[in-house]
């Protein structure tokens, strides 16, 4: 599977941004999707997952409540929803997916992802 993610840009502290990230092939119900970014000098981080079906979701600990990912699988798409955002969330934001064929769960780590998007810059200022 091939994805692309866009969406990225400029905004203010406390405004909003959606990321989506769209996949290639016919079987992207079969991959569990996953959020990272990366900011300067900064190992990668996880933000958020969900399962292949979308019914499973989770968040890491520093957005939790503010963003929210979702998915649809007709439209071959990932989408994340990001709120009050802050200046610590700079980063390049990568969308990931993992193939899991009828399997139902959901993904934290980098390295068990397959296939990534190119990224894109979301800057937030103060």
């Known amino acids: 599977v091939q994805l692309q993610a866009s969406g990225g840009g400029l905004v203010q502290a406390g405004g909003s941004l959606r990321l989506s990230c769209a996949a290639s092939?016919?079987?992207?119900?079969?991959?569990?999707m996953g959020w990272f970014r990366q900011a300067p000098g900064k190992e990668r981080e996880f933000v958020a997952a969900f399962s292949r079906s979308g019914g499973i979701t989770y968040y890491a600990d520093s957005v939790k409540g503010r963003f929210t990912i979702s998915r649809d699988n007709a439209k071959n798409t990932a989408y994340l929803q990001m709120n009050s955002l802050k200046p610590e969330d700079t980063a390049v934001y990568y969308c990931?997916?993992?193939?899991?064929?009828?399997?139902?769960?959901?993904?934290?780590?980098?390295?068990?992802?397959?296939?990534w998007g190119q990224g894109t810059q979301v800057t937030v200022s103060s």
């Open positions: 092939g016919r079987t992207f119900s079969s991959y569990a």
């Open positions: 990931a997916a993992r193939y899991v064929g009828v399997s139902d769960g959901y993904y934290s780590k980098a390295s068990q992802y397959g296939y």
